[in-house]
């Protein structure tokens, strides 16, 4: 039976690799560039649109834990930002060019999968199995056939992205190299602002002139990607405690921390472009252009791109889909990535490798164990199956989604630290356990196809 898969974004080829390496047959649909969308660039597979960071690498911290699952696990999106991966403090992120390419060369490589360049306008519920991977930009009639499919609303929010400057444009005597706290390697550019020239870029920022929405559009951001100017309009210091937080960001030069700070992180391995963190925007290009030109450092600043906004599509996940990724009413219709209402590029692989196994154990025959609710990927796919419906927002892996310790453990133990040691440990346990069952069904996956 051949699986088909809709969507060359990160999910859908997360999803097309982790079946195709089980032997079995993939049909792989990205409409790019065919039709193309507001947001990329490329009609590569897993181009990057928004920042370049898979997020932290630091021990015991939830991102960590969720991607050392992956990683025990196989997953071949994260062995790409491995080895594409560039200087970012204790953080993982790549050159989005080779990223991409790494993807295609391993899509291109695998004899199972067979790529398609169009758009998918319908999907038979009762013909084969169907990974919806479409992503937060789904077309407006794929977009009809799966409300057709889950009877339920679509939720909308908008989504941004962090403008890019070229690295020889930043004016190297008045920024600084470091990472916060010194955790990791001081890959960062930190441009330092005193509190004249924060007030200036604050107030230029409130009254900056923004990009029309249509009538129709409904500004319901997403609140961990919040554009720069609505953070700004919470209160003057809201910035301050945001992306341009400062502390732990002493600049070496003056042996103080200085009253905000706008940290750049590298775009690529060349080291040629950096894109300004957590800077998205909803801002008219000459308005940032004028704006952006007052942080120190970027007074002549030449912009590769600017911030922007888009919108992002994702189904009601807690009232249609059951734990193993799939229509409850249409069992064999799986959901992976943003559209199935997760948050980030990590979450987007992570849900595309879980869909891809457990469609390529039901294509077997077989009914798939759905991963532990003790693991980061288990507690994921928990919230976005059990969450409240009438209040249901994208999530990122975060410690609250995790399964607490249990009180006794809460009372002995006071460092929160410690705390999550102690979670994650408990996780990798369980996420071990539940691995070596699925490993027995992968080789009988594998002892079957190529029989």
């Known amino acids: 039976m051949k699986i088909r898969v809709i969507g060359g974004g990160l999910a859908g080829p997360e999803a097309a690799l982790t079946i195709a390496h089980l032997g079995v047959e993939v049909e792989l649909y990205e409409m790019r560039p065919v039709r193309t969308t507001p947001a990329h660039q490329t009609a590569d597979f897993g181009e990057l649109v928004c920042s370049n960071s898979l997020k932290s690498e630091s021990e015991y911290t939830a991102p960590w834990l969720l991607k050392q699952e992956m990683r025990r696990a196989g997953s071949h999106l994260l062995a790409c930002a491995d080895r594409s991966a560039v200087p970012a403090g204790h953080a993982l992120a790549v050159d989005r060019v080779e990223f991409s390419r790494l993807i295609n060369a391993a899509i291109e490589a695998e004899p199972n999968i067979r790529v398609h360049r169009e758009e998918v306008i319908e999907i038979e519920s009762g013909e084969g199995i169907t990974i919806v991977a479409s992503g937060p930009l789904t077309s407006s009639a794929l977009s009809s056939q799966i409300a057709r499919l889950t009877g339920s609303e679509h939720l909308a929010f908008y989504d941004s992205i962090s403008p890019i400057v070229e690295a020889d444009s930043i004016d190297m005597q008045r920024v600084y190299f470091a990472a ?220 609250d989604l995790l399964v607490p310790l249990e009180e006794e453990v809460r009372r002995r133990v006071r460092d929160k630290r410690e705390r999550h040691r102690l979670q994650c440990e408990r996780a990798l346990a369980a996420f071990d356990g539940w691995w070596s069952g699925v490993t027995r069904t992968r080789l009988a996956i594998g002892a079957a196809t190529r029989g």
């Open 180 to 399: 916060r706290w010194d955790k990791g390697t001081a890959d960062y550019i930190n441009c330092p602002m005193s509190k004249e020239e924060y007030d200036r870029f604050y107030d230029a920022l409130v009254s900056a002139e923004q990009v029309q929405e249509k009538e129709w559009e409904k500004l319901e951001y997403f609140e961990g990607c919040l554009p720069i100017e609505e953070i700004a309009r919470r209160g003057r210091d809201t910035l301050r405690f945001g992306p341009m937080k400062p502390v732990g960001l002493r600049d070496p030069r003056t042996g103080k921390t200085p009253w905000a700070v706008v940290q750049l992180r590298c775009e690529n391995l060349r080291a040629d472009s950096y894109n300004l963190v957590g800077f998205q925007n909803h801002l008219k290009y000459g308005e940032q252009a004028r704006i952006l030109r007052l942080i120190p450092g970027l007074e002549n600043a030449k912009f590769l791109r600017y911030g922007q906004i888009h919108r992002n599509t994702y189904i009601n996940a807690p009232r249609v889909l059951s734990e193993t990724l799939n229509l409850r009413d249409h069992p064999s219709v799986f959901f992976a990535g943003q559209i199935s209402g997760v948050e980030g590029y990590t979450e987007s692989i992570a849900t595309g490798m879980l869909a891809g196994l457990y469609a390529a154990i039901r294509a077997a025959g077989s009914e798939p164990t759905p991963v532990p609710r003790q693991t980061a990927l288990g507690s994921l796919v928990h919230y976005i199956t059990h969450a409240e419906g009438k209040r249901f927002d994208p999530a990122n892996i975060t410690f």
